[in-house]
């Protein structure tokens, strides 16, 4: 949709010649960085400088409150040293975050393909079921946690009913808290991929179906054959912009289990938080992060071109 | 969000009953309406559980297991507001919703005003380094805060602004203003040029064109934003949990996670906190719906 030529605007100035500084620094330049100035400031003194700052600050032993030593690679090569929770702590962020993609792909889809089909009520069913996504994630995990303890209601009905000899503890055994906490994060982030599959079926021309249709094609062939297809891209940039804010996002995690039983749901950013503030070694905290920016940085850029071609 | 990722999306409430489905087999909409029931109950089954508990003694949340609260207790939500409610959350609460008002308002302010500034320059100016500011605003938005937390930490403290509000309203805008301004700028792009053109000529300059005529006819996708920078700046949890340490100073979502650190979980006051915590955020939602469908998917949408 081209039709409205973004910085297409007719000469105003009556013909007046440029001066070199417009010639150079384009037409607006003056009042340009003027409107931009207070935002790129901002995002300068906040993301980029900090950026800088976080690695001069893995190379340094640094405590809270205390200036730093430098010390070389030391923080580097003890992320690396036998019994490190880094390994174990990518580990888990891989499990964590693949086990949530895939079973927000397939439920969230799922739920795409119910809210799309003509139902009375639909808008208030959209609502309700994007409310998960909408509420504080501080909420969501305390939902979860109150489901899962004791005094909630799975471990009520298994000792109204006798199902079990005990009560399950979901976050004290690694075996279960692991899974129970990928179910939470599935949970509250499946709405946001229902949210732009609907979107994406929105803009699958209904003469397709049609065509299809005429055709003979059964729903299931229409499903597979063109809402599938024509819905990769979204399916590309949602699973993207997912793997980046669940693999990021530590709050349910710390509110439902802390990164325990034994760190077995503690994952990267966890960890750099666990060992910055409450451990107070903010260099230690800071190699972990920037451990982490190879990855993120590769999958922030492929979004954003991704985002851009779209566009 | 979802805006971002599907930009040539229609309406989405757009054209939905000329839709080529209505031929699919009776099996196919028994599916449909089992499916809509299980996510019903998948979505709202640990919302309404929470509810309930708030409602209930403690006596039937920790002794008996009942369904429904056998009588209807709003202990629980008056414990929150009292000092003598027995956990740390009891009397701070109501400081701790301020504080997060507080934060939220000023930085919605900020990221409007400045975003809606950006945007425009973005749009409609040329100027030298325009597309790489473009693309660096989608990078920064894209980058999550678990990344800079630490550093940010330090520069907050040679500020001297650790435990105070006002490191959270300087900090805040560096994951609203990203968003807002793209929003605004796609939003503004929709816009026909023309009738900023004729503004020109008619001897209006720039910024009177922006607030004349831009904004006013942008207002949808302005309230959306505006939405958008309260509500993420009420969710916020983690620069407030580790910018701020007193509880005097934390924000909603951080006082909430307080009561985590009691030898007793208070579960009916936890969970009243928690639901009083989520109302904000949900009515603005409801809000944003209607200003998102009637809006910001007729312009901002449009690639």
Known sequence: ?311 | MAIATAPRARAVTDQPARRGRRTIGRGWVIATYVGLIFFLCWTLVPFVWMFLASLKTNKEIYQEFTLLPEQVYFGHYISLFSASGGSKASGNFSRWLLNSALVATVVTGLSVVLGALAAYAITRLRFTGRPSLARGLIFTYLLPNALLFIPLFSTIARLNLVDTLQSLMLVYPTFTLPFCTWMMSSYFRSIPVELEDAALIDGCDRLGVLFRIVLPLAAPAVAVVALFAFTQSWNEFLYALVFTNSLATRTVTVGLTQMLGEDVFFWGQMMAGALITAVPPVVLYMLAQRLVISGLAAGGVKG
């Open chain 1, 1 to 311: 949709m081209a039709e409205v030529q973004a910085t297409y605007t007719p000469k105003v100035t009556g013909g007046a010649r440029r001066s070199a500084a417009s010639r150079l620094l384009g037409r607006d330049w003056l009042l340009g960085w003027l409107l931009v100035g207070p935002v790129f400031l901002i995002l300068l003194a906040l993301l980029i400088y900090p950026f800088f700052d976080a690695i001069l600050l893995s190379f340094q032993e640094r405590f809270i409150g205390q200036d730093g030593v430098w010390v070389g690679l030391r923080n580097y090569t003890a992320l690396f040293a036998p019994n490190s929770l880094f390994l174990k702590a990518a580990w888990n962020t891989v499990a964590i975050t693949g086990g949530a993609i895939v079973g927000k792909l397939v439920i969230g889809l799922a739920m795409a393909c119910v809210l799309n089909q003509r139902l009375r009520l639909r808008n208030l069913w959209r609502g309700l079921m994007f409310l998960p996504w909408a509420v504080p994630a501080v909420v969501t995990a305390y939902a979860w946690r109150f489901l899962f303890d004791t005094s909630g209601p799975i471990n009520g009905l298994i000792a109204q009913f006798q199902l079990l000899d005990d009560y399950i503890y979901f976050f004290n055994d690694a075996r279960i808290a692991l899974p129970a906490l990928i179910l939470v994060v599935i949970w509250s982030g499946t709405p946001f991929w229902t949210m732009n599959f609907l979107a994406g079926m929105q803009a699958i021309p209904a003469e397709q179906y049609e065509a299809a249709e005429i055709d003979g094609a059964s729903t299931f062939q229409r499903f597979r054959y063109i809402t599938l297809p024509s819905l990769a891209p979204v399916i590309l940039v949602t699973a993207l912009l997912s793997t980046i804010w669940t693999s990021a996002n530590l709050t349910q995690i710390l509110v439902l289990t802390g990164g325990g039983p034994n760190y077995s749901t503690t994952t990267l950013p966890l960890l750099a938080y666990l060992v910055a503030i409450p451990g107070h070694e903010l260099g230690a905290g800071a190699a972990i992060s920037m451990m982490m920016m190879p990855a993120y940085t590769l999958l922030v850029f492929f979004l954003t071109r991704q985002m851009l071609r779209q566009e």
